[in-house]
């Protein structure tokens, strides 16, 4: 099954800087990778999304980026604020199923 | 976007009890939902997929007697912890599809005492 992995587990950046979170996958026939958000005890927001028909997508400060060859992809967070501090989940699927599986998380946490 | 309603949030029960956590599709149908487990600081781990009208799909090392999983109707299933025991407690949360993007319900935060 598809595995995977995400790095770093944790993240501390100062207000303003960029923050980039990096995730592999095991399963070249995934083709959908979303990023969730989490704040504590409260459900996982998706953020952003990518398909593996597209190298990049931005939505204002956030982008991601994807390799298929390489299989890894990408958050990146610019100009962070402390409200960007939660826990940011990649996933994996394939189209056609819902199974989503996870990356293990990473801490962000933003200083003013 | 799509919602997905979860109930309840909070639950706290005695070790040897069963509860029912139920996952609402406001307003959309789903055929299929998910159900996952989080423990503190960890993430998300799928424990079954609940399917509308048939038995659910349980995931390697998930006890299908335990966490019983019922898909009733269109826009409800539930997870009923059965014998729960305090190493039960956790984080519960489901899932369904729409189109291409997946939501989440609020959770359910369980407490075995």
């Known amino acids: 099954g598809e595995n995977v992995e995400q790095h770093p587990s944790t993240l501390s950046v100062q207000e303003g800087d960029s923050a980039v979170i990096k995730c592999t996958y095991s399963d070249s026939a995934s083709n959908y990778f979303p990023w969730y958000k989490q704040e504590l005890g409260k459900r996982p927001q998706l953020i952003i999304d990518?398909?593996?028909?597209?190298g990049e997508k931005k939505d204002q400060r956030i982008a991601v980026t994807l390799n298929k060859t390489a299989k890894h992809f990408s958050l990146h967070i610019t100009e962070t604020q402390p409200e960007d501090s939660a826990v940011y989940f990649c996933?994996?699927?394939?189209?056609?199923?819902?199974?989503?599986?996870f990356g293990k998380g990473t801490m962000l946490l933003v200083s003013p | 976007g799509a919602v997905v309603s979860q109930h309840p949030s909070r639950v706290i029960c005695k070790s040897g009890t069963s509860v029912k956590i139920e996952c609402r599709s406001l307003d959309f149908q789903a055929t299929t939902m998910f159900w996952y487990r989080q423990f503190p600081k960890q993430s998300l781990m799928l424990m079954a997929t609940?399917?509308?009208?048939?038995?659910?799909?349980?995931e390697q090392g998930v006890e299908k007697d335990k966490f019983l999983i019922n898909h009733a109707s269109l826009t409800l299933s539930t997870l009923t912890v059965t014998s729960a025991h305090p190493e039960d407690s956790s984080f519960y949360i489901c899932s369904a599809r729409v189109e291409n993007t997946i939501y989440f319900g609020e959770g359910s935060w369980l407490t075995v005492v």
């Open positions: 609940s399917n509308e009208g048939s038995k659910a799909t349980y």
């Open positions: 996933a994996a699927s394939k189209t056609g199923y819902s199974t989503l599986t």
């Open positions: 990518i398909r593996s028909n597209v």
